[in-house]
Nanobody
Framework: QLQLVESGGGLVQSGGSLRLSCAASGFTLEHFAIGWFRQAPGKEREGVSCISSSDGPTNYVDSVKGRFTISRDNAKNTVYLQMNMLKPEDTGIYYC??????????????????WGQGTQVTVSS
């Protein structure tokens, strides 16, 4: 069964850090572009970041540039989202999902597959 499982969320104070993990089972994550998305209470889900297959280009939404870093550990079949300098507006449920690619670059606007349970991130002021 192909599956992505998110973990690593929690409660953190403004300015703190968290590292989210997206672990894959049933397939080799390295060959796929993967995105991180979040949904804040009362808002639509938005793309946060994505990483292209085979360590290709990465993309970030403007609001997290310079604070978040997406990466892969192919040996662990896992994609990470390192989140630093967290702000209350980063609060939400974070999901990972496969995304489409254009000219080998990941595109957050092309989510693929079914959403998982996500992991809750809460940033207090």
């Amino acid at each position: 069964q192909l599956q992505l499982v998110e973990s690593g969320g929690g409660l953190v104070q403004s300015g703190g850090s968290l590292r989210l993990s997206c672990a894959a089972s049933g397939f080799t994550l390295e060959h796929f572009a993967i995105g991180w998305f979040r949904q804040a209470p009362g808002k639509e889900r938005e793309g946060v970041s994505c990483i292209s297959s085979s360590d290709g280009p990465t993309n970030y939404v403007d609001s997290v540039k310079g604070r978040f870093t997406i990466s892969r550990d192919n040996a662990k079949n896992t994609v990470y989202l390192q989140m630093n300098m967290l702000k209350p507006e980063d609060t939400g449920i974070y999901y990972c999902l496969g995304v489409g690619s254009v000219q080998e670059a990941c595109v957050m606007q092309l989510p693929l597959g079914s959403w998982g349970q996500g992991t809750q991130v809460t940033v207090s002021s």
